[in-house]
């Protein structure tokens, strides 16, 4: 079983649409839990960050923890062309202070039509 | 503030050849990293360094990756001799700190072999 399990999509929504991203996992050590966007031909670019349980909202986007359930979510309201692009989830555990292996899922292509 | 920047963009290379990739991190972050990232996976954390000293390596092929961080600033990460499963996008990333600081990713060296 891998550490991240991500639906590699694609997912193809119309314009204005609401959508939902998920990971689930498996190492109940994690605890800072991110969403990365990555255009195509690009680095990825981190979006969303938290920490621990709870929601994290940021304009258009809305993080969602649920450590008992180890599930993560994305949410994008009114979505626009300019969202697509792939999203990768990521999370790490503190080890120590030293270390932030960062363990990312395979990433969800998102197609938004006009 | 300046980001992550990488060079070459671009490598096209016969298999047993070998290859180097540059990445020069945003000033003042103390640790580096360099991932892998597969078509259609999410990247693959190869080797992490802070400052100069390496944290984890444990996913690198040792046989044929090298990499080298020093001074603490620039890296670089050498392929030899280069085999076809090596073809990847390879990400650098830096972060201010280890322990669950965001990571800041450049562009990639996308690597094709031959």
């Known amino acids: 079983q891998k550490e991240v399990e991500q639906d590699p999509g694609p997912l193809s929504v119309p314009e204005g649409a609401i959508v939902s991203l998920n990971c689930t996992y498996s190492?109940?050590?994690?605890?800072?839990f991110m969403w990365y966007r990555q255009y195509s031909r690009k680095g990825p670019e981190l979006l969303m960050y938290?920490?621990?349980?709870g929601n994290k909202e940021d304009g258009r986007f809305t993080a969602q923890v649920d450590k008992s359930s180890k599930y993560i979510s994305l949410f994008i309201r009114d979505s626009q062309p300019s969202d697509s692009a792939t999203y990768l989830c990521a999370m790490s555990a503190r080890y120590g202070g030293a270390t932030n292996k960062l363990i990312f899922g395979t990433g969800t292509l998102l197609a938004v039509q006009p | 503030e300046a980001g992550v920047a990488q060079s070459p963009r671009y490598k096209i290379i016969e298999k047993r050849q070998s290859v180097a990739f540059w990445c020069n991190p945003i000033s003042g972050h103390a640790t580096l990293y360099w991932y892998q990232q597969i078509l259609g996976q999410g990247p693959k954390l190869l080797i992490q360094f802070q400052n100069n000293g390496v944290v984890d390596d444990s996913q690198l092929p040792k046989d044929r990756f090298s990499a080298e961080r020093l001074k603490g600033v620039d890296s670089t990460l050498k392929i030899q001799p280069a085999k076809l499963e090596d073809s990847a996008v390879y990400l650098c990333a830096s972060s201010p700190t280890g322990g669950g600081s965001p990571l800041h990713f450049g562009n990639g060296t996308r690597l094709t072999v031959t």
């Open positions: 190492n109940s050590a994690f605890q800072y």
């Open positions: 938290t920490y621990s349980s």
